[in-house]
């Protein structure tokens, strides 16, 4: 039952890291694009009335919507060039202005998230790897007497020391005594 719950979240985790990573390479990892146009285009639309709002980040990244449908623009402006502010106002277009710090741990450790996932993913290959690549072998003996188990013990001791390891010690009660020793590398 374990390996089977082990190989269902191991293929549920290979499917959402493909998913994620399709969706990273699909946006581009910045969400939906919207097209670039020129200064000057941006200029004329702003002239003709067409520009409802622009967000200006930094002093040249500016993004916008047109007032006419809900779709967007993104240009750059000069950096030396205030008499933006004042056309865009003599316009009516609403300016929101934010600081380019978008920059904080939640944004990195989302772009940085397929790549942790991959990681992840190739720990866990890994692992699962090493385990199903361990040797097991079992040890039976046959005690007649109870002064016979110490031997079994001193056989499991002296391949530990080769580097084996004792998964399970079991000796059964009845007439002759029997030791069994699992074994793993």
Not at 110 to 126: C, E, K, Q, R, T
Not at 163 to 175: E, K, L, Q
Request: glycine content about 6%; charged content about 20%; cysteine-free.
């Amino acid at each position: 039952m374990n390996q089977t719950i082990r190989a269902i979240a191991f293929w549920v985790l290979i499917v959402l890291s493909g998913v994620l990573m399709w969706k990273v390479v699909q946006t581009g990892g910045a969400g939906t694009k919207v097209p670039e146009i020129t200064f000057s285009s941006f200029m004329q639309s702003v002239d003709r009335g067409d520009v409802a709002e622009v967000v200006i980040r930094g002093t040249t990244d500016v993004a916008g919507k047109y007032k006419n449908g809900n779709t967007g623009f993104h240009t750059t402006i000069p950096s030396n060039y205030p008499a933006i502010f004042d056309h865009l106002r003599d316009h009516n277009v609403t300016i929101m202005v934010r600081e380019t710090g978008t920059n904080s741990w939640p944004n990195y450790l989302l772009n940085l998230s397929p790549l942790i996932l991959f990681g992840a993913l190739w720990f866990v290959m890994i692992r699962w790897i090493q385990r199903s690549s361990r040797k097991k072998v079992k040890h039976t003996y046959e005690a007649v007497s109870a002064a016979d188990v110490p031997k079994a013990l001193e056989k499991a001791n002296e391949l530990s020391q080769e580097g084996w390891r004792a998964v399970s010690i079991s000796i059964a009660d009845s007439p002759s005594s029997k030791v069994v020793l699992l074994m793993e590398k």
